[in-house]
């Protein structure tokens, strides 16, 4: 059965336990990991967001807490009174943060009774995702989501602290508005008291930008929830969180100078060193190099001029094409000689690039034997194009 808390208060996380508090009675609070009983000596990890704790009931020490701790089982809610000890040098788990020590339990009190989770609360889960979705507060139990969440709050709180040092103010705006056309579909809600009217939620927080910067608000920010009723794609989903930053009089280094140091103190946060100044890629450059504005650039393989190549090859048609203003534009595809010819001319749809080299490694225009197996590819892409 499942006692009150009464007047007990937690002192510490269970994940917080360390060397410097042996001697010290705790009382920690949290879910019954694991238990295991050892020749009358019974062993529960408890596990918090902070991280895992062990405590060790004794039927010597207290036969109340031991009594407790042997009717525990998985996920059992737990408040702990206890001595932090020092574990002996053959029990110590190099596994865990708190592996050093153990509570002693002088008292357990099962806050609350859980039946057998439907799958294991742990980072290295099989379990489908509808089954996580399903029991979400199970699956939010887990570690790794533990430290996602907390990792999320520290980026939020470290976005706040940097434009709070810049002088921005935060401030919010209505979610409830109206419709103006934008990108993709509003999400609508229909107003009680105007029969026949909707309010719109906002796609983004721009609506009012106009409004707070012509009443002097020339510096603000929000973290602000945005909602698009659009289908889901690899960057798009109903709603989501934008940090949006609005400034008045900016010029584009203001930006630069704004947005670099901002993207060094977050991603300090996770332990990455970004240097200044950022890589620089003009609109034009961009297209002209990847053929988009949003190139990325994990994965090299630039579009590259081979106009003077091909001018040099003796090839009938090129010169003349060449002559009339025509260029010729490749992309290099290492280790795809295996390519069939209609895959390359997928590729060639895909990208609209004249012609792919299937394997360009090593060819130099200095090398005629490589230019040889080049030219050779390209025809043979060439004569199988319908």
């Known amino acids: 059965m499942a006692e009150p808390l009464g007047d007990l208060v937690r002192t510490h996380y269970c994940g917080e336990l360390r060397e410097g508090h042996v001697g010290k009675t705790v009382t920690v609070m949290g879910w019954a990991a694991t238990r295991r009983d050892l020749g009358g000596v019974v062993f529960v990890d408890l596990r918090d967001r902070e991280g895992i704790c062990q405590v060790v009931a004794r039927p010597e020490v207290s036969k109340d807490a031991h009594a407790a701790a042997d009717h525990v089982r998985s996920e059992y809610v737990l408040a702990v009174v206890g001595e932090v000890q020092a574990r002996s040098a053959d029990t110590v788990n190099p596994n865990l943060e708190t592996g050093k020590v153990e509570v002693v339990a002088r008292e357990i009190r099962v806050l609350s009774e859980a039946k057998t989770p439907v799958f294991p609360i742990e980072d290295e889960t099989i379990t489908h995702e509808e089954t996580r979705l399903k029991y979400r507060y199970l699956d939010l139990r887990r570690p790794r989501l533990q430290r996602n969440i907390k990792l999320r709050h520290q980026a939020v709180l470290e976005v706040r602290r940097y434009l709070d040092e810049q002088g921005f103010y935060e401030i919010e705006t209505p979610m409830l ?26 796609q983004s927080p721009q609506l009012f930008k106009q409004l707070l910067m012509i009443s002097g608000l020339d510096r603000y920010f929000q973290i602000v929830r945005c909602f698009r009723d659009e289908d889901l794609r690899a960057d798009r989903q109903p709603e989501f969180t934008q940090v949006d930053i609005e400034i008045s009089f900016p010029r584009i280094e203001t930006v630069f100078d704004l947005v670099e140091p901002l993207f060094q103190r977050v991603m300090a946060v996770i332990g ?57 534009r490749a992309i290099v595809l290492p280790a795809a000689g295996g390519v069939s010819g209609m895959r390359l001319r997928k590729i060639n749809e895909e990208l609209w690039l004249a012609r792919i080299l299937p394997d360009a490694r090593g060819v130099s225009v200095e090398d005629p034997a490589s230019l040889d197996k080049a030219v050779a590819a390209l025809e043979e892409a060439r004569r199988s194009a319908p």
């Open 177 to 202: 508005a109206k419709s103006t056309p934008e990108g993709a579909r509003d999400y609508l809600v229909p107003s009680r008291v105007h029969h026949g009217s909707f309010y719109a939620l906002p």
């Open 272 to 328: 990455v060193k970004v240097e200044r100044p950022f890589p620089r890629l003009g609109y034009a450059e961009a297209l002209e190099r990847y053929g988009s504005d949003k190139p990325d650039l994990r994965f090299g393989m630039p579009i590259t001029d081979v106009s003077d190549e091909l001018a040099k090859l003796g090839l009938a048609n090129y010169p003349g094409l060449l002559e009339a203003g025509a260029r010729a």
